[in-house]
């Protein structure tokens, strides 16, 4: 990607910067945008040879209410709603003040982005949303939007420049030392270098419950900024909920981007290798992961018929199930029964499975594990009963750990006794706070744009001796 014409690609590393931001995935290009909007000379270092990090390995989706979109489709939404979704998703282990200032900011963060050019197809309900709110976008286009646009203001990128240590004076943080040796001051430091991902210590040390888990996220996602905030003595937050994704492909395969396929959140069923199901599939699917973590053997499958095949989206990678079945990746036979053979389960399970799930909904009995509609609040339940059937194998993903540095509303980074270490900022995946105990679909892209575009506004506004 560090080839895309017009990246305002710099080689030279400059002695002193305004505002020097760590990372280029939406949250590093919001805030270099945000900071050269607000007049300062604003650098972005990444640490690999290409922008894109951990967004451009998403699925896409920005979780806004209230946008035009919405309304073109006849969805009712407010920030209200959007703000009760995520308090109770994230079990009120949230922090309040983050998510008030997600719902006050996202909208205009939207329209900011429509602004410089992103664009969202058609709007999907998706998992903690009462209403459809997921927004999808062409995320590596947003990125190459966002950076020309702070390219035409002055902001430069350097690629393969990995940040070591921040530098600190005993007062304020005031620039980064490189793994190679070289430094640059800054009057401001922004870190969104995402979460730990790919680094199996700290994924170990936080979160040993993901052992079995596979491992998916952006090369670069190996806690570089945590760390080196941590060793000035930050905060952090929400390291207990970590949880994998639900829906990835059960082993490495070329057609895996890592968002895998939610067959369930358009009528599949999820069930084990006993053949039987495990979970209310319309919960939110980190939580349907660890429930399927837990299950003997660790891989699952997704079962559906023609009925939710019909409802394949390949613009939504979640959705993308023709897709699958193109690239080898879905078991398929004409009956359950021939499904049952394939997936290799118990003689007789998946049938009994299947028979009494469709037996539930006709006659409007209560679902074994309290099942109500497909995705969240949205969507009736349907049975699994026209032909073809498929199963998608189906395993557990970290693909980014939602947790991070303590940040107040101004997205500063504090100390563990809630003080602001001078000069540091932080925004996206790299955060904690924001997403407490639970995870709505959209929100990581969103808070990356809406905190991005804070973090660099607010870096931007540091005292300053230079002139631009």
């Known amino acids: 990607m560090s080839s895309v014409p017009g990246l305002p690609v710099e080689t030279a590393l400059p002695e002193r910067v305004g505002v020097l931001v760590l990372g280029a995935g939406l949250a590093g290009c919001a805030a270099l945008l945000a900071a050269a909007e607000a007049g300062r000379y604003a650098l972005l270092l990444e640490k690999t040879g290409g922008i894109g990090g951990s967004t451009v390995k998403s699925a896409g989706l920005s979780a806004f209410a209230g946008t035009d979109e919405q309304a073109e489709q006849?969805?009712?939404?407010s920030a209200d709603l959007l703000r009760k979704d995520l308090l109770d998703v994230g079990k009120d282990r949230n922090a309040p003040a983050l998510v008030d200032l997600y719902c006050e900011h996202q909208l205009?963060?939207?329209?900011?982005?429509?602004?410089?050019?992103?664009?969202?197809g058609e709007i999907h309900a998706a998992s903690g949303q009462s209403v459809p709110r997921s927004h999808p976008a062409d995320t590596t286009r947003m990125l190459?939007?966002?950076l020309k646009a702070a390219g035409d203001l002055g902001a430069r990128v350097m690629l393969d420049a990995p940040a070591h240590r921040l530098l600190h004076d005993g007062a304020r943080v005031t620039g980064v030392r490189l793994a190679d040796g070289r430094e640059v001051a800054a009057d401001a430091v922004v870190l969104a270098t995402g979460g730990f991902s790919m680094n199996p210590d700290l994924l170990a040390t936080f979160a040993p419950q993901m052992e079995h888990a596979l491992r998916q996220g952006g090369a670069g996602n190996q806690g570089d900024g945590l760390k080196m905030a941590m060793a000035l003595g930050a905060g952090v937050r929400d390291t207990p909920y970590i949880k994998g994704t639900y829906g990835h492909f059960h082993v490495e395969h070329p057609d895996e981007d890592g968002t895998g396929i939610l067959a369930v959140?358009?009528?599949?069923?999820?069930?084990?290798?006993?053949?039987?199901?495990?979970?209310?599939?319309s919960r939110n699917y980190k939580e349907i992961g660890d429930a399927a973590l837990a299950q003997p053997g660790v891989t699952t499958w997704q079962v559906f018929d023609a009925r939710t095949m019909a409802l394949a989206n390949d613009e939504v990678p979640i959705y993308e199930f023709a897709g699958r079945e193109r690239a080898g990746m879905l078991l398929r036979a004409d009956t359950i029964a021939g499904l049952e053979a394939e997936i290799g389960l118990p003689e007789g399970?998946?049938?009994r499975t299947v028979a009494d799930y469709n037996a539930a909904i006709a006659s409007g009995r209560d679902d074994a594990f309290g099942r109500v509609h497909l995705s969240g609040g949205v969507g009736e339940r349907t049975p699994i009963d026209q032909p073809p059937f498929y199963a998608h194998p189906s395993g557990t993903v970290v693909l980014a750990t939602y947790c991070g540095l303590t940040v107040d509303t101004r997205m500063r980074v504090l100390d563990w006794w809630g003080e602001p270490i001078g000069r540091l900022y932080a925004a996206g995946e790299i955060t904690g706070g924001f997403h407490?105990?639970?995870?709505?679909?959209?929100?990581s892209i969103g808070k990356s744009g809406v905190f991005g575009r804070i973090a660099g506004r607010n870096a931007a506004g540091e005292e300053s001796e230079l002139q631009w």
């Open 108 to 120: 205009e963060t939207y329209r900011w982005l429509k602004d410089h050019g992103v664009r969202y």
């Open 265 to 281: 959140y358009k009528g599949a069923i999820a069930v084990n290798r006993e053949g039987r199901r495990f979970v209310d599939e």
């Open 144 to 146: 190459e939007l966002l």
């Open 349 to 351: 399970s998946l049938r």
């Open 74 to 77: 006849g969805i009712a939404d």
């Open 436 to 443: 407490g105990a639970g995870y709505m679909t959209g929100t």
